[in-house]
C-alpha cells in the first residue's frame, strides 16, 4: 500500500518496528510533511531523544519541577510555519492507566481503593503488554476528539515488538479468562482467613492448596482485593478495548514498519509484517532506515571480512593502513547493508514497497534538517524504487 | 544518601562475581557480547554458563553449537550454554515442593496454574534467578557446578526490572517456598555475588538509557555496573583525512560521512567517560557477520582492554586505600 502524506488519507498513521532504529525521528519528519501539506497533524511518541525534544521544541518535564509533570502529555505547538499546524505529545502510558482508572471508577472511594491497592504498582507496569496498549488507548482518546486531520503514532519501545499490537485482544481475553473470575471470588473471610470452596471440587482444592502453599496468601489477598476493586471498571474497559482494536484494523489506519538495515534485521521485520497482515491490518510500506551508502571507489567488499579476520587484534599500522582499513569498513557496511535489502526484497511480495533511507552523516538538528529528512522520506514514498 | 558514600567500589568484580547481568538497549550487539564473555571468563579459569532467555535462541549460533533445547551444552573448556524457558522453572518449583504427582499434574493442567505461571508480575524474573542460583550451588541435575553465569538481560528497562522484581516479588508473597525462593533472589542480585555488565553504543540514545540504567542501580542497588562496553565504535579517521583547517572536505563522501560518524561516536564516548566511573571498554566497529568468527574478534578486543582497564581499577583501589590509610 503506497503512503502520500500530502493526500488527505491516512488520518491515522501507526510507526511500528524494533527499538533504536530511528523510528521516532522519522514519525516526527513525516509530521512536518504532513502539516505542511496542509493537514492540521499530531505526533504522538514515547520516549524521544532530547536532541528531538530539542527540536521539536517540546521541553522536558522532568527538568522543569514537578508542576510541569501534568502537562506532560499536553500537545505542544511545534514552531513550524506551514498551511497546516504541527502539534506533538509525549505519552505517559502510567498516567493514561492511571486516567482510565479515575474514568471508569464509579466513585472517588472505588478510585483511591484502586489506585493505592500495592498490587496496582505491580501490575500497571508489568502485566503483559499494558503500556503497549495505553499507548493505543491514549490514541482512540485523541482520536475521538477529533481535532487533528493527521495522528502519527510512535509506537513504544515494545519488549517483544508484537506486544504493543496485541495489547487490546490480550487486555479482553485476560478480563474474559476464568483467572479473572476466579480472583473474583470472595477468597477470604473477614478475618482475612482462606475462605473454604466446594464449587471448585477436589481440582480447585488442589489450586488452593498450591497457591497457599507455594505463592502464599499476601500476594492473592492484595491480587483479589484490587480485582473486586476494578470490577466495576471491566465493562468499560472491555468495551473500550474492542473499540480500540476496531480503529487499529479500520481501513484509514496505515501502518508504517520501520527497519534497521542488515540481513540479520530482516528475521524480524518479515516476523513483523506477517503478524500486520495477519491481525487484518494495513501494513503500509516498510522503511529500511540508515542504510549505508555504497561508495564508488571503495575497496571490493568480498575481500574485507576475510582480511578483517586476519587482523584482528592487530593495531593499524599508519595513517595509509588506517585509511585502507577504513575504506574497506565502509565497503564492507554498504555491501552487506545492500545484500540485506535485496534479500528482504525478494521475500516480500512483489507490490509491497520498501523504501530505503540513507545513513546521513547527522542526525537532524533543527526544524529544516528534519524537514529536509521528511522532504526525503516523501519521495521515496511516492516514488518508490520499484 | 550522596552518591560517593553509596557507591560500592567494583572492586574485583567481572573475575569472581557468580551472576553477571548482560543488558543494554536493543540491537547494540548485546548477545554476541554476552558471547565473547562467556569465552573470556572460562579462559581465565571461570567455569562458565551463558544463559539465554530470548525463546528465539540465537547465542549457540554465536557460539557455534547446536540449539540448547533448553538443557545445559557444553561449548568448550569450562564453557556451556543454555536458553532457559522462565516456565519450565516455575514448573520444576511446583514439582519440587508439591511431592504428591498426581496433584502436581492437576495443578500443571489448570486454567489458574497457566495464568499465574505466565502472567504474575516478577515470578518469571525470580525463577530466573532462582535458576542461576542454583547454576552456581551446583544442584541442577547433570549439570556441572558452575563460576559465574553470563546472562544475556532483556533489554535495558526490562533489565533494570529484572535485578528489582524479585525484592517486588518477595515484598508482595510474604510467606510460603515461592516468597523464600524470591527472598533469596533478592539477596542474591542485591549482593557481592552478582554483577552488571552494560552493553551501548557510542550514540545518543543508547548512552543516555545506559546511564539512567547506572543511576538506578546507584539509586537502587548503592553500586554502579561493573563494566560498560561501548560497542560498534567507527575507527579514529587518519591523521592526513584530506580535511584542511577546519573546512569540510567537499570531494570524499566517504570521508565525510567516516568524520561525522566518529565525530558522534567521540562526542557521546566523552560523555560516557565524564559520568561513568568505573572500567570502559571500547569496540571498534568490525567489518565481519554475526557468528562465532565476530564473537572471537570481539574477545579478543575485550580482553586486551579488560586487562587493561583491570589493572588500572587496581592501581586506583590501592591509591584510595593508600589515602584513607
Given amino acids: ?386 | 544518601m550522596s552518591e560517593s558514600s553509596a557507591e560500592r567500589e567494583p572492586s574485583h568484580g567481572l573475575l569472581t562475581r557468580q551472576l553477571l547481568v548482560v543488558t543494554g538497549k536493543g540491537g547494540v550487539g548485546k548477545s554476541a557480547m554476552t558471547a565473547a564473555l562467556g569465552h573470556s571468563l572460562a579462559a581465565r579459569g571461570r567455569r562458565t554458563l551463558v544463559l539465554e532467555i530470548d525463546p528465539r535462541e540465537n547465542l549457540h549460533q554465536l557460539l557455534d553449537v547446536p540449539p540448547s533445547g533448553g538443557a545445559i551444552v557444553p561449548v568448550g573448556e569450562r564453557l556451556f550454554l543454555q536458553n532457559l524457558k522462565p516456565k519450565d522453572v516455575v514448573d520444576w518449583v511446583v514439582a519440587d515442593r508439591v511431592p504428591i504427582g498426581m496433584v502436581v499434574r492437576r495443578i500443571k493442567q489448570s486454567a489458574v496454574y497457566e495464568r499465574f505461571a505466565e502472567g504474575a508480575p516478577g515470578l518469571k524474573e525470580v525463577a530466573i534467578l532462582g535458576h542461576c542460583l542454583r547454576a552456581v550451588r551446583g544442584e541442577i541435575e547433570d549439570a556441572p557446578r558452575i563460576d559465574t553465569v553470563v546472562l544475556d538481560a532483556p533489554a535495558t528497562g526490562h533489565g533494570i526490572y529484572l535485578l528489582t522484581a524479585a525484592r517486588l516479588f518477595a515484598e508482595a508473597i510474604g510467606e510460603g517456598p515461592m516468597a523464600t525462593l524470591a527472598r533469596e533472589a533478592a539477596d542474591f542480585v542485591a549482593g557481592e555475588e552478582a554483577g552488571v555488565v552494560v552493553v551501548t553504543l557510542a550514540e545518543e540514545l543508547p548512552v543516555d538509557e545506559s546511564l539512567e540504567l547506572r543511576q538506578s542501580l546507584v539509586d537502587r542497588f548503592g553500586r554502579q555496573p561493573d563494566l560498560l562496553i561501548a560497542n560498534g565504535v567507527y575507527p579514529p579517521l587518519p591523521a592526513d583525512d584530506g580535511s584542511t583547517a577546519g573546512a569540510e572536505p567537499e570531494g570524499d563522501p566517504l570521508l565525510a560521512l567516516w568524520r561525522r560518524r566518529r565525530r558522534v561516536n567521540e562526542h557521546e564516548l566523552a560523555r560516557l567517560v565524564e559520568r561513568w566511573k568505573g572500567p570502559r571498554v571500547t569496540v571498534p566497529l568490525l567489518p565481519i557477520d554475526p557468528g562465532p568468527t565476530l564473537v572471537r574478534a570481539l574477545r579478543g578486543k575485550v580482553d586486551d582492554q579488560l586487562d587493561q582497564a583491570l589493572a588500572s581499577e587496581r592501581a586506583a583501589t590501592e591509591d584510595g586505600a593508600m589515602e584513607s590509610a
Fill in chain 1, 1 to 386: 500500500m503506497k503512503l502520500d502524506l500530502a493526500a488527505d488519507t491516512p488520518p491515522l498513521l501507526v510507526c511500528v518496528g524494533s527499538g533504536g532504529v530511528g523510528k521516532t525521528t522519522l514519525a516526527s519528519a513525516m509530521g512536518l510533511i504532513s502539516a505542511q501539506a496542509g493537514h492540521d497533524t499530531l505526533v504522538m511518541t514515547f520516549d524521544p531523544s532530547l536532541r528531538l525534544k530539542d527540536t521539536l521544541g517540546v521541553g522536558d518535564p522532568a527538568d522543569t519541577g514537578s508542576g510541569a509533570a501534568a502537562e506532560q502529555e499536553q500537545e505542544v505547538r511545534v514552531a513550524f510555519d506551514a498551511p497546516g499546524t504541527l502539534h506533538a505529545s509525549l505519552l505517559d502510558a502510567r498516567r493514561t492507566f492511571d486516567r482510565l482508572v479515575a474514568r471508569h471508577a464509579p466513585d472517588d472511594a472505588a478510585r483511591e481503593r484502586i489506585l493505592r491497592n500495592p498490587y496496582y504498582d505491580h501490575l500497571a507496569g508489568h502485566l503483559g503488554g499494558i503500556l503497549e496498549y495505553m499507548a493505543v488507548e491514549r490514541l482512540y482518546e485523541v482520536a475521538q476528539e477529533g481535532r487533528y486531520q493527521r495522528i502519527i503514532l510512535d509506537t513504544p519501545p515494545a519488549r517483544q515488538a508484537i506486544d504493543f499490537l496485541e495489547a487490546p485482544q490480550r487486555i479482553v481475553s485476560f478480563l474474559d479468562s476464568g483467572a479473572l473470575k476466579i480472583a473474583l471470588r470472595r477468597w477470604f473471610d473477614e478475618d482475612g482467613r482462606l475462605m473454604p470452596s466446594r464449587s471448585l471440587g477436589f481440582l480447585g482444592r488442589g489450586v488452593e492448596r498450591f497457591l497457599d502453599k507455594i505463592v502464599g496468601l499476601k500476594l492473592l489477598r492484595d491480587m483479589s482485593e484490587f480485582f473486586q476493586a476494578f470490577e466495576p471498571l471491566f465493562a468499560g474497559f472491555r468495551q473500550r478495548a474492542a473499540e480500540v482494536e476496531k480503529l487499529l484494523a479500520a481501513s484509514s489506519t496505515q501502518f508504517l514498519l520501520v527497519a534497521g538495515p542488515g540481513e540479520s534485521r530482516n528475521p524480524d521485520t518479515l516476523f513483523f509484517a506477517r503478524k500486520l497482515q495477519e491481525a487484518g491490518w494495513n501494513l503500509g510500506p516498510i522503511v529500511v532506515n540508515r542504510v549505508h551508502p555504497t561508495f564508488s571507489h571503495a575497496e571490493d567488499a568480498r575481500s574485507v571480512s576475510a582480511a578483517a579476520e586476519d587482523s584482528v587484534g592487530k593495531d593499524p599500522v599508519g595513517d595509509d593502513e588506517t585509511a585502507r582499513q577504513g575504506r574497506e569498513l565502509f565497503a564492507w557496511l554498504g555491501q552487506r547493508h545492500r545484500q540485506g535489502l535485496s534479500a528482504l526484497r525478494a521475500l516480500l511480495p512483489a507490490d509491497q514497497i520498501v523504501a530505503e533511507m540513507p545513513l546521513e552523516p547527522d542526525e537532524p538538528t533543527d526544524l529544516e534538517s528534519l524537514l529536509a529528512m521528511g522532504e526525503s522520506l516523501h519521495r521515496r514514498l511516492t516514488h518508490p524504487p520499484r
